[in-house]
């Protein structure tokens, strides 16, 4: 049997894929090496604790938004809830929230970073979110030179409107902006701004610096039951998902895909890639096929995560999301701030009544942690381990003995579960723009890849708009 479509990886991406093409009658097969889907967006039970791996925050469900649009097209509604605040952000004795409200927000950043030009800068931030998410019927293609032109002439109405925003660094223009700013609020910037476009504000434009700074004016979401449960619900239409099934191999023979899996072979007469660029081309034997991938791997940044996990037992309140902010780089990492994230103490799925269940993750490099000897790298990873530990317990009152088990991943620990070592998919730097990145489509025919190294980069937002421009792509609508 030829199967009409096969989609390797069911992290974001390929979940997303897999069900739009199922909700329009496509016959599809999804295939996932690891029991479960999602990911980087999955949740995992460790001793019988189930914690998410990554992933904690859902945005882009609010009204209107492109991942309501996911399961709208589905007819499938996920069991979340809204978060408000968005965030916490701790940064020395300063505790900023990240309310969803404007008006509310810009008292409290009033509070904590005095300056007179907050209103604007703010407003501007906001009203930039509002705008991009209006405009619509932009899409980007890498099939020929000619469709890449194409498609980069529908992105006119965003560089006509934004023009402004979208040449120099975000840093200079919010210096400029502000005319002066402290070293204090450009970090308390930065670490928002990383967490979104995974690259800090001299890396990145100030568009790309403002989505990412406004994403908290909307509605964000947290996932009952894990995220995990969030892709699983999405694909739950889909008559056949593959788990623990791993590609081992791929041939293509005129225009049939071969895939070598743990659980046999699968024909296809499209593919749809939901891995990582930096590692698809070692399963294919075709040579433009590894070109066409390795082509790519030069965009590899070794951007990682080190996250820590832990079962906390205590009667405190928590929120579902703070960032801690210190003055210095942390060490074996790229960043200064930590963003730790709780259970719902109704979320009975995920911990009993009293428990709550952390994710805390920060960025690293992998070759910080490839380099290393086997004992260097245990006694690196347990000094990190702890080192968060105790910062998240200085700065949200946990005590040490409140934690019931703790215990974390580097970025080696993702490369042996989901594949990947590099996490957090292409960054939207000022070097590394549209026209250099890759796309949903392929010039190698009945090839498509979806997920955070492709357009339109990372997170549910960036994640799903790829897969509803890989739909494009695939019905030939542009
Ligand atoms: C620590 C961390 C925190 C994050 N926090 C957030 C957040 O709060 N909110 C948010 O929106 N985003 C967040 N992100 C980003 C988001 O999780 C990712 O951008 C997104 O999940 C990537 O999806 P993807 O489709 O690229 O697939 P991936 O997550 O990369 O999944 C790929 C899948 O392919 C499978 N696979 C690989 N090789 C094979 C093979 N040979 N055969 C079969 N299957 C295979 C893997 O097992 C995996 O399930 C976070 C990321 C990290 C790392």
Known sequence: MIREYAIIGGGIGGCSIAALLNAKGHDVVLIEKEPSLGGCASTFSHGGNRYNAGATTISGYHEGGIVRRVFETVGITPDVISTDPAITIIQGDKKCVRYRDLERFIVEVEA???????????????TLGVAFYSIEGHYYSNRSGFMKIRSLLSLYPILKRFWRYLFGNARDFIIRFYGTVTPEYLDFLDAQILIVAQAKSEKVNFFTAALSLGYTFNETHYPLGGMGAVCTSLTSNIPEILTECEVTAITKDTNIYTLSTSKGTIRCKNLIMGTSHYESSQWFSDPSIKQYYQKYEKLNNHQSAFVLYMTI??????????????????????????????????????????????????????????????????????????????????????????????????????????????????????????????????????????????????GWPGVVMGAFNCMRMINGKH
């Not at 904590?112 to 906001?126: G, I, N």
């Not at 004992?375 to 990873?381: E, G, P, R």
């Not at 939207?428 to 025919?445: E, M, Q, S, W």
């Open 112 to 126: 904590f970073y005095p300056h007179p030009k907050h209103r604007e800068f703010w407003t501007l931030v906001h």
């Open 313 to 458: 037992k205590t009667p405190t309140q928590y929120h579902h999301h703070y960032q801690l902010i210190s003055d210095e780089v942390l060490p074996h990492t790229l960043s200064k701030s930590v963003f730790v994230s709780f259970s719902d103490p109704s979320d009975s799925f995920m911990a009993p009544a009293g428990y709550y269940r952390v994710t805390a993750s920060i960025h690293t490099d992998t070759r910080f942690w490839t380099v290393l000897s086997k004992t260097q790298y245990h006694d690196q990873k347990k000094a990190l381990q702890n080192f968060l530990q105790q910062w998240i317990c200085d700065k949200l009152g946990v005590q040490n003995e409140e934690i019931t088990e703790s215990f974390a991943a580097t970025p080696k620990t993702f490369g042996r579960y989901i594949h990947r070592t590099q996490l957090g998919g292409n960054a939207l730097t000022l070097a590394n723009f549209l026209p250099r990145l890759p796309a949903n489509d392929t010039p190698i025919k009945g090839l498509y890849q979806v997920g955070d190294t492709a357009y339109a980069a990372q």
